[in-house]
Structure formats: C-alpha cells, structure tokens
C-alpha cells in the first residue's frame, strides 16, 4: 500500500546542542524518510506557545516551551509511505525510559522533557505544524 504522506519533524535543543543532527538525520534516512524540507532556526518563547498550544492547559507546559525556545533547533518534513506513524515509531515513547531499542528517544534522549525530536501526532496535525514552519 503506498499511503505517501508527510510529517513535521524537529530535532530539539538538546539534540542539537549535542551536534546529533546528522546522525539523527541518517536513522530517518535508513529507514527510508526523504527529508524535503529543512531549516535550522531558534524560535520566539511566544511561538514555542503557539506550536504546542494543545498542550497549554497541562502542567509542564511552561517549561516546554521554555525548553522548545532555549536553543536551535532544526525543522524538517519527511516524507515516506505511512510517514506520520512510522516516525512516531522511530521515535519511540516521550520517555526515553520507555523507548524501545532501536528508536531515536533510546539512544539519544536524556529524559522526559529532554527528549531529542518532535513527531507529528496526526495526518491533521502534520499539515498544521508543516505550515507553521513553512508556509511561505
Ligand atoms: P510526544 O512528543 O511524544 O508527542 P506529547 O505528549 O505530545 O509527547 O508531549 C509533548 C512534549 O512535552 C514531549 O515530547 C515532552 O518533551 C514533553 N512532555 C510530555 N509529558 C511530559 C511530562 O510529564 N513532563 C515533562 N515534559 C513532558
Ligand atoms: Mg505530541
């Protein structure tokens, strides 16, 4: 079945800060994502509010978008067959702690808030976060 979709990636700050990206990049390559777009940039806190908006009623919210807005980042959309789920797959659980062997929370993230990349959720989400970054 090719079902080709597209979802947002963000490769966060610790990740980032740690010089991952290209090897991040490399896991997503392997399994066969295009990266069609991407940019490295450092967000407003206002804007880290905005992208994560659904979670502001939540207890962590403040500190994520702290967090989101603490360093660069870098944005992508990836492209793949069934890309949403299979990223969030490679992904692996929030908590690195819980992440199974193989996905990119294992190896690189170093907690629950320090979780290394942003996957889109859904096929409605991922069209709303891939504009928020690059509607132009
Ligand atoms: P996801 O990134 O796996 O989709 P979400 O539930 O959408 O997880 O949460 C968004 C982000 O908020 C997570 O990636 C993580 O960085 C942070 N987060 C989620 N739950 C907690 C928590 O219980 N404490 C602190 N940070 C959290
Ligand atoms: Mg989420």
Same mark, same amino acid.
């Given at each position: 079945m090719n079902n080709l979709e597209q979802t947002l990636s963000i490769i =966060?700050?610790?990740?980032?800060e740690r010089n991952l990206e290209n090897e991040i990049k490399e896991m997503f390559k392997i399994k066969g994502f295009s990266i069609l777009k991407e940019k490295k940039i450092q967000i407003e806190k206002s804007e880290a509010e905005k992208f994560?908006?659904?979670?502001?009623?939540k207890p962590f919210y403040n500190d994520l978008c702290d967090y989101l807005s603490s360093g660069p980042i870098v944005v992508m959309v990836l492209e793949k067959s069934n890309a949403i789920l299979g990223n969030r797959?490679?992904?692996g659980a929030t908590n690195p702690k819980d992440a199974?062997?193989?996905? +990119?929370?294992?190896?690189?993230? +170093? #907690? +629950?808030d320090k979780n290394s990349v942003h996957g #889109?959720? #859904?096929?409605?989400?991922? =069209? +709303?976060?891939i504009d928020f970054f690059?509607?132009?």
């Open positions: =966060k700050p610790d990740a980032v994560y908006k659904v979670h502001e009623t797959e490679l992904m199974a062997e193989g996905t +990119i929370r294992k190896k690189y993230g +170093i #907690s +629950i #889109s959720d #859904s096929v409605e989400n991922a =069209k +709303i976060e690059f509607k132009d």
